[in-house]
């Protein structure tokens, strides 16, 4: 597999030249595209013949404000896909960067594959990652009327909002969270 | 003329053919279906948030929690990307045994699946007769792990301890006679791999006897046939995986177009479908259960002659033997260190993908060099298939809405997460 992606990696770099950063990573072709080019990108990675990606596999949102020992240098924000090519056998993953990070927004893919709606979907949810050009960009894990992207990194493990069934009212209620946050095992770093 | 007007329906989440807790907004023109909406994540436990709060090893019996149907496969995912990161080896011995048990994982499944199915469209007996079955493969499971769903058998490395010389027997009891306990202990009087070998010689027939329900079942397959059916380009761009793909006619299995462990050592088919219907979906699963019948015995074969380690003697991230922990200082030195602050993986990102019983399973992994994951992606196939459900109910009745919901084989644990 690892001649397979670094062959693949060359493709990548001749096809799209300096407006994608390639690299092979643990045996894995991996690129970053820039937002205004994510869409021709994409869709040049499924319909070109060198390619031929058919099939989206996943989309996931990263948020990398707690990355690392120091301070994360680059953007927030980052949709990352996998994409499978069936006829080829090969796998490439592509990275792009929200370039605002308090209001992120990516050009939606769904209408290349449809199996994005939902994968985007649950990026919007979780991360509020805004795809622009998505039919249907609704919640779709949490609850209805939540609030807040529960994998953003500044969002706390135990959550916000604690409900219970109020008896004098005879409905469930929302009240701030009771639990305090403890860390068990520390996040720590080999000397 | 009165004005007819499309009315919603509310199918779930309380639905004892929804499998789980979905809710689907139906839209409804007379009994035909013109529109689905799946509500989900009522069981969102967020377990990718948790991932990233705890050390790595924590993380892996969360897995079984995702997809609780086939827990150990999930396990195997997980593992692959850990072990990739580290670059570690994992003895051969384990290889087999791991791909042993995600064979039983996929019977396991499979047998769920047909069971439920069964029940979903009107075919009451199946649910009985798989049931059977399983309970003797969640032996397995048990004989390994000491759990019959949660696993946590596998481990970054190996498998958490060889295969047991001993199979648990049933003990008698008011409603088992001694001549009940005979029968019943029948196979368990040796080691796991003689009473695994008498499940595979047995097992074929009784696939028989399924098929004998269903296969030609005139009722069976007016419930079947032509029920949502996927198109092989609809399919590949809908992001199906694993049987579902394949009964759309597309010729893919992880096992055989990327192996991972030993499947490139063995000898097993891929049944394809040509329709892409409920009834293709059942047919590619059935098959696929004799296949992996045949992996088992393969494996157990090999087992059986050839005997070693079953984890990796690799000292970042594999626990040491008990017997070196309580005896050298080195190993109590390790052992703390892991089951204090853990190991360390590598900075640096992975995904994993596996050929899971409902088709590609996998898990993408950043790592930022510290003792927890920075992000746990899962890609859970059942998110993907479920996706497509307002496509493939279109134009179908309502009724025709559980046989296809049966037939993606859904489970909710790992498609909320």
Redesign the interface.
Known sequence: MPKLAESLVQTLRDAFGERVSARVCLGEASIDVAVGDYLEVMERLRDAPDFRFEQLIDVCGIDYSAYGKTPWPGRRFAVVSHLLSISKNRRVRVRCFAPDDVFPSIPSVSSIWNSADWFEREAFDLFGIVFTGHANLRRILTDYGFDGHPLRKDFPVSGKVEVRYDAELARVVGDPVSIQPRVTTPRVFPE | MPEFRNYHLNFGPQHPAAHGVLRMVLELDGEVVVGADPH??ML?R?T???AE???WMQSLPYMDRLDYVSSMCNEHAYCLAIE??LGIDVPIRARYIRVLFDEITRILNHLLWIGSHGLDVGAMSMVLYAFREREDLLDCYEAVSGTRVHAAYYRPGGVYRDLPDTMPKYAESKWKNAEKLDRLNAARSGSLLDFIDDFVARFPKRIDEYETLLTENRIWKQRLVNVGVVSRTRA????F?GPMLRASG?E?DLRK??PYEVYDRLDFGVPVGSVGDCYDRYLVRVEEMRQSTRLVKQCVDWLRANPGPVASDDCKAVVPPRAEMKSTIEGMIRHFKLF???F?VP?????S?IEHPKG?F?V?A?S?????P??L?I?SPG??H??AIGEMTQGHMIADVVTIIGSLDIVFGEI??
């Open positions: 989900i994540g969102h967020g990718e948030k948790l709060d705890k050390k990739k990161l590949l761009q809908l992001g995986s597309v893919w177009t990327q204090s602050e853990g360390f900075e640096g990102e992975v995904y993908a590609e996998g993408y950043v930022d060099g510290a003792n927890k920075y992000r992606k890609r998110f993907a479920l996706a909320d997460r």
